[in-house]
């Protein structure tokens, strides 16, 4: 398999093996034909197949259910391009980028940049899934425990805004593929495809599940914070699956070590 990246031009793609990842996993000409002709409605002039999955012999960002993500070039630069699978079960990208248009108006998730039947257009995040950045982190620990502390607590942040405004995400009990933390510490919750507004929210309690509770990731945290009471903390999440509150969800921060004397006065 090619390890480098290759960028291929629009007019490049109805070339073997690019043409099998457009229309993964089941070719046709008669859908490569019309998925080229979104492509270029959608302003992207070629395709950058790099990343740590692949498909054929090529290799892309990302692999799911639904969609295949790559990097796609436009004229505003390097974006993200999931590609929808021929044998996806949703008929089209819309509900996602619905989904992540009301994130975005909590300023949650990649923006989204452009949307037709079989590709869903966004912000490309250039960065690690939050268990690799947490591995990458050395150096002085002080420095390490704010870094954490502060995409931590952003990241419960960004749930609670979710809570309250009727959006669950739905795979956040999965974390290690669904956060994305950039160059400048900044971290993104992405992959809104099986996000709902027609379902209790649960967004804060899957995530610090996944956090403190017990997961790949908790020891690690634990190291650099310090370790929480696991019944303290699955306390505090109880009653604020009862009430969305400012006062719950700030017991939720001191809970997981996270809490700040100036509290939430700046956070809507």
Not at 199 to 216: A, D, G, H, V
Request: hydrophobic letters at 40%; charged letters at 30%; aromatic letters at 8%.
């Amino acid at each position: 398999m090619n390890r480098g990246k290759i960028v291929m031009p629009i007019s490049k793609l109805r070339e073997h093996p690019y043409a099998d990842v457009l229309c993964y996993p089941k070719f046709t000409l008669e859908e490569l034909e019309r998925r080229i002709f979104e492509l270029k409605n959608l302003g992207i002039t070629a395709i950058e197949f790099a990343g740590e999955k692949s498909i054929s012999t090529v290799r892309v960002l990302g692999k799911g259910y639904v969609g295949v993500v790559v990097i796609a070039h436009a004229k505003r630069g390097k974006v993200a391009l999931k590609i929808r699978r021929t044998d996806a079960g949703r008929k089209g990208m819309q509900h996602e980028a619905e989904m992540l248009k009301k994130a975005n108006t909590l300023g949650i998730g990649p923006p989204l940049l452009g949307v037709t039947r079989n590709f869903l257009l966004m912000k490309f995040i250039e960065g690690k899934l939050l268990p690799e950045w947490l591995n990458s982190l050395k150096g002085d620990k002080k420095i390490v425990k704010t870094r954490i502390s502060f995409v931590l607590r952003t990241l419960l942040i960004q749930c609670w805004q979710m809570d309250k405004a009727g959006l669950d995400h739905g795979e956040l009990s999965h974390a290690p593929k669904h956060i994305i933390v950039d160059i400048e510490d900044i971290p993104y919750i992405v992959d809104f495809e099986t996000a709902s507004v027609n379902r209790r929210p649960s967004n804060l309690t899957s995530l610090c599940q996944y956090l403190f509770i017990s997961s790949s990731v908790t020891e690690k945290i634990f190291k650099n914070l310090g370790k929480v009471d696991r019944g303290v903390v699955i306390k505090a999440l109880r009653d604020y699956k009862k009430c969305f509150s400012k006062e719950n969800f700030e017991k939720v921060l001191w809970a997981c070590r996270l809490g700040d004397k100036k509290g939430l006065d700046k956070v809507t």
